[in-house]
């Protein structure tokens, strides 16, 4: 079966513009979590989505960064005025939804900001 | 709060040679525990994950840790390594979202 897919592979913006990142999940898990993973913060958690449970927002670094889920699948996270310290590979998992069941993540999505 | 330490940024060895990637964690709570494995220019994937019961977790790939509750430790170890171990290896923690560690990366080396 399909795993996690993450799209765009790699996304090049200027500054102060706004991107959108897209992750499909494993079909039937109802978790999804955005990650991070930059040279200077390591592997950091973004964002946790639950069923139809508000979202986990703890890690966003500030309020120019936003999530949605619809339908309980596909999820998009914006990041808007996109700033140098944004460039990171963005790291989108799924899993069955109790925190013992492992996380599979996609292959991410690399941002660099110009 | 939760955290975890990886003692060692790198960790060089040569092949067929034994490793210890060390972890150490903290948390008020219980949590389980893993290890993510990072290939060059791959995605993150689970190695193993200590959830309960027997301390000694075996893995993918030969890999074993042991989770020690009083030295709030997570080793990982491999008796015999491959060129093709060569990755960088992350330790986490969880009570829902992964809380990772800085990672370790292991260079095997012919």
């Known amino acids: 079966g399909a795993g996690v897919s993450q799209s765009p592979s790699n996304k090049v913006t200027e500054k102060g513009k706004d991107v959108e990142l897209r992750c499909d999940p494993i079909?039937?898990?109802?978790?999804l979590y955005w990650y991070r993973q930059s040279l200077g913060q390591g592997l950091e958690f973004l964002i946790y989505f639950q069923g139809n449970s508000a979202p986990d927002k703890s890690g966003l670094p500030s309020d120019r960064f936003s999530a949605e889920r619809t339908g309980g699948s596909v999820s998009t996270l914006t990041i808007q005025r996109t700033q140098q310290e944004d460039s990171a590979v963005y790291l989108c998992a799924s899993s069955l939804g109790t925190s013992a069941d492992t996380q599979y993540f996609g292959p991410g999505t690399r941002l660099t900001v110009l | 709060a939760q955290s975890v330490t990886q003692l060692d940024s790198q960790v060089p060895v040569f092949e067929e040679a034994p490793v210890e990637l060390r972890c150490n964690y903290s948390?008020?709570?219980?949590?389980?525990l893993f290890w993510y494995v990072q290939y060059p220019n791959q995605g993150l994937q689970l190695l193993l994950k200590y959830l309960s019961g027997s301390t000694l977790v075996k893995g993918i790939n030969g890999f074993e840790a042991e989770f020690n509750k009083s030295q709030t430790s997570f080793h990982l170890r491999k008796p015999s390594v491959h060129i093709s171990d060569t990755a960088e290896y992350f330790c986490a923690v969880t009570t829902q979202k992964l809380i990772f560690g800085a990672g370790t990366r292991l260079a095997v080396h012919p």
């Open positions: 948390s008020s709570v219980s949590v389980y």
């Open positions: 079909s039937g898990h109802t978790a």
